[in-house]
C-alpha cells in the first residue's frame, strides 16, 4: 500500500513537470508564431513592419541590442524590451531543463511499467487548464493588465504610441490571441502526450493478451 502511494505521489509529480514543461514549449512556440499575428497600422508599410518585428524577436532571445530600422523606439521603450527579454530568456532555459527532468521522470515510470499512473492526474490537470483558460479568456483585460503590475518593477511598460509606435503592432487584441493560441497548444500537447501513453498501454496490453494466447496454442498442441 505504501508502495502505490508513493507510485503515486511520483506519478502527480512528473504530470506536473510534464504539463510546465509543455507550457513552457508551446510559450517558446508562441513567441515566435507571434510575427502572424501582429497588427498591421494603416499607413505602415507592411514589409517594414514585419522586417522590424522580426528584428524584435530576435533581440528578445539571441544576444545583442534591439535596433529598429524603420519603426522609432524611446529609451522607455528599450528599457522594457529588455525586461521582456529576461522572462524570455528564462522561459528558454527553463524549457530545457525541464525537458530533459520530464523525460527522466516519464522513462522512470515506463521502466517500472506505472506509465498508467500518469492518466488520471493529467486529466485532471487538463481539464482545470481548460477552465482556468475560458475563465480568464472573459475578463482577459484586467488580468493583462494585472499580470504586468506583478511582472514588472516599472512601468516601463505604458507604451506612448506617439514615442514608441511599435505598440500599434501590439494591440490588446494581438495579445489576446497569442493567450488563446499558447493555451490552445498547452491543451493540444498534453492531449497528445495522454493518446500516446495510452496507445503505449494498449500495445502493451496486446502483446501481453499475444502472448499468452500463443503459449495457450502451443500448451494446446503439445497435449494433443
Not at 17 to 25: E, G, P, Q, R
Not at 43 to 60: A, C, Q, T
Not at 84 to 101: D, F, R, T
Request: a positive charge.
Amino acid at each position: 500500500m505504501t508502495g502505490m502511494y508513493k507510485a503515486q505521489k511520483r506519478a502527480i509529480l512528473t504530470a506536473v513537470v510534464v504539463t510546465i514543461t509543455m507550457a513552457s514549449i508551446a510559450f517558446f512556440l508562441t513567441v515566435n508564431l507571434s510575427a502572424l499575428l501582429i497588427h498591421y497600422p494603416v499607413g505602415m508599410s507592411v514589409s517594414r513592419v514585419r522586417g522590424d518585428y522580426w528584428r524584435l524577436l530576435r533581440y528578445l532571445q539571441l544576444p545583442g541590442r534591439l535596433d529598429f530600422t524603420y519603426i522609432p523606439i524611446s529609451q522607455h521603450g528599450l528599457r522594457h524590451f529588455a525586461d521582456v527579454k529576461i522572462y524570455i530568456v528564462l522561459n528558454e532555459l527553463l524549457m530545457l531543463v525541464l525537458a530533459g527532468i520530464s523525460f527522466t521522470l516519464t522513462h522512470k515510470l515506463k521502466r517500472r511499467g506505472q506509465l498508467w499512473l500518469l492518466l488520471a492526474p493529467l486529466k485532471w490537470i487538463m481539464c482545470i487548464v481548460l477552465v482556468g483558460v475560458v475563465m480568464s479568456a472573459v475578463n482577459f483585460d484586467t488580468i493583462f493588465v494585472g499580470t504586468h503590475y506583478m511582472l514588472f518593477n516599472n512601468l516601463d511598460w505604458i507604451l506612448d504610441q506617439g514615442r514608441d509606435p511599435v505598440i500599434l503592432l501590439m494591440p490588446v487584441g494581438f495579445f489576446t490571441r497569442l493567450y488563446l493560441l499558447w493555451a490552445g497548444m498547452t491543451l493540444f500537447f498534453l492531449a497528445l502526450f495522454w493518446i500516446k501513453i495510452c496507445l503505449s498501454l494498449k500495445l502493451r496490453l496486446d502483446k501481453s493478451n499475444h502472448r499468452r494466447n500463443q503459449g495457450y496454442h502451443d500448451n494446446s498442441q503439445d497435449n494433443n
